[in-house]
């Protein structure tokens, strides 16, 4: 396969496990492009762009941006769940590309909005009319947890990058209470990563078993899977309580970015838990901020059902950087 030289994007979404990576027609991932290599078969991003520039025929980009699951200060980046770093120089380096930029994975869905298939975007909660300035809030539930305001200025679009997902999780009643105290045993502090992750399901999972002096384990994806089926209570008991808790963190971080342009959850266990949120209460816990409870009805919720919602969200930022 042959590419015009400087015409197309390289972009890149790298997770703990594996990288994907596709090349881009302006803000359009070419899907017949996508590549996805296992990490844990190079000793870093440089080999790993090098092995695809040669797939796709010695592609020379002009451009390139990378998503990174970790991070990212001053054009660096340090993997949470991996032991890369990766830098500027590098990435032009491996992609022979003028123009590069580096993205915490969750800024990348930050600009993928506005660039999705209108049937990959799923509503929770019905969205009210906002402007077209309205800040809005991506929310990414997978392997760990992470938000990102998105902000809509003059210059452009402003994804800002957090680490939201290390914060103490809330506690509302004393079954919360006893489960901040159970998962905290990890390393002595109740994140909501600690809950609100593939891993953090199955750790609400053994709570419930704890709790009953019952104690069992199942895998995220059998727990869901269980779900599904009906063929196991405690799964349904655990999605129960995942997706009350998951409603009561986006409530609040609602209310501190103020997403009147819509707050959209999106990573590998939002997608999973997308048809059971409204069953499960995820709209009642959203809404229960007291005497802003009313108040919570600015902010609609929708799933982003893209996989590769990164990819496009690189590829849109190289855009309006001028590449």
């Keep these: 396969m042959s590419h015009a030289p400087n015409t197309l994007s390289l972009v890149a979404d790298i997770g703990g496990t594996n990288t994907r990576v596709a090349l881009a027609d302006g803000p359009k991932v070419l899907t017949e492009t996508i590549r996805r290599y296992a990490n844990s078969e190079f000793p870093g991003l440089e080999s790993v762009l090098r ?19 970790g991070p990212v200060r001053d054009g660096r980046a340090t993997m949470t769940n991996l032991d890369w770093t990766i ?28 660039h999705l298939e209108a049937d990959k975007v799923r509503t929770i909660i019905p969205f009210p ?23 809509e200025l003059e210059p452009g679009r402003l994804v800002a990058p957090s680490e939201s997902g290390h914060i103490n999780l809330p506690v509302q009643t004393e079954q919360d209470m006893r489960l901040a105290q159970y998962v905290s045993t990890a390393h002595g502090f109740p994140s909501i990563e ?31 899977q269980a779900c599904a089926d009906g ?3 405690r799964a349904t008991e655990a999605a129960n309580v995942f997706t009350r808790m998951l409603g009561s963190v986006a409530g609040n971080l609602a209310l501190i970015q103020l ?9 590998g266990v939002s997608r999973a838990f997308a048809p ?29 059902e893209d996989d590769y919602a990164a990819l496009t969200g690189s590829a849109a930022h190289l855009v309006s950087l001028g590449a």
């Design 51 to 69: 092995k695809y520039v040669e797939d796709e025929g010695g592609v020379d980009a002009k451009a390139a941006c990378v998503a990174v699951a």
């Design 87 to 114: 830098d500027k120089t590098t990435l032009s380096r491996a992609a022979n590309a003028e123009t590069v930029s580096i993205l915490n994975d969750l800024q990348a869905q930050g600009h993928a909005l506005g």
């Design 129 to 151: 009319e906002a402007s077209d300035h309205a800040a809005k809030l991506v929310i990414g539930v997978g392997t760990g947890f992470n938000a990102a305001p998105v902000f």
């Design 194 to 224: 600690d809950v609100l992750s593939g891993r953090g399901l199955e750790r609400v999972y053994a709570f419930l078993g704890h709790e009953a002096n019952d104690p069992r384990e199942r895998r995220a994806a059998d727990i869901m």
């Design 231 to 233: 063929s196991d209570e």
């Design 259 to 267: 997403p009147f342009g819509g707050v959209y959850l999106v990573g």
């Design 276 to 304: 059971y949120l409204n069953d499960f209460g995820f709209a009642q816990a959203f809404r229960d901020k007291g005497r802003f409870a009313g108040f919570m009805g600015n902010f609609g919720v929708a799933v982003i």
